[in-house]
């Protein structure tokens, strides 16, 4: 078994920042991909972020330029630094990884609110 554990939400103001990190443990033998997705009240959850192992990020438009992802890799964790937030990226934010096999693993989601 996967876990997950984010942390570094909170609430900050327009334009600040806050950086979200997750630390994967537990029964990893390989990772295709690492990232962060958010579930904003009443809407659909969206990929924000992800890093495939060995290829280059992928972003959604909404944050490309204020958001930027990394990875660890000799750590298994992935960090995500959001830049210039808007009151629009107010949601949870889960931490998500890939396995082979298509095994998909999430953690328990931290809230990032911003205030206008």
């Known amino acids: 078994q996967v876990q997950l554990v984010e942390s570094g939400g909170g609430l900050v103001q327009a334009g600040e920042s806050l950086r979200l990190s997750c630390k994967a443990s537990?029964?990893?033998?390989?990772?295709?991909?690492m990232g962060w997705y958010r579930q904003a009240p009443g809407k659909q959850r969206e990929l924000v972020a992800s890093?495939?192992?060995?290829?280059?990020?992928n972003y959604a438009d909404s944050v490309k330029g204020r958001f930027t992802i990394s990875r660890d890799y000799a750590k298994n964790m992935v960090y995500l630094q959001m830049n210039s937030l808007k009151p629009e990226d107010t949601a949870v934010y889960y931490c998500h990884l890939r396995a082979p096999r298509g095994y998909d693993y999430w953690g328990q989601g931290t809230q990032v609110t911003v205030s206008s």
């Open positions: 890093i495939t192992t060995g290829v280059s990020a």
């Open positions: 537990g029964s990893i033998f390989s990772i295709n991909a």
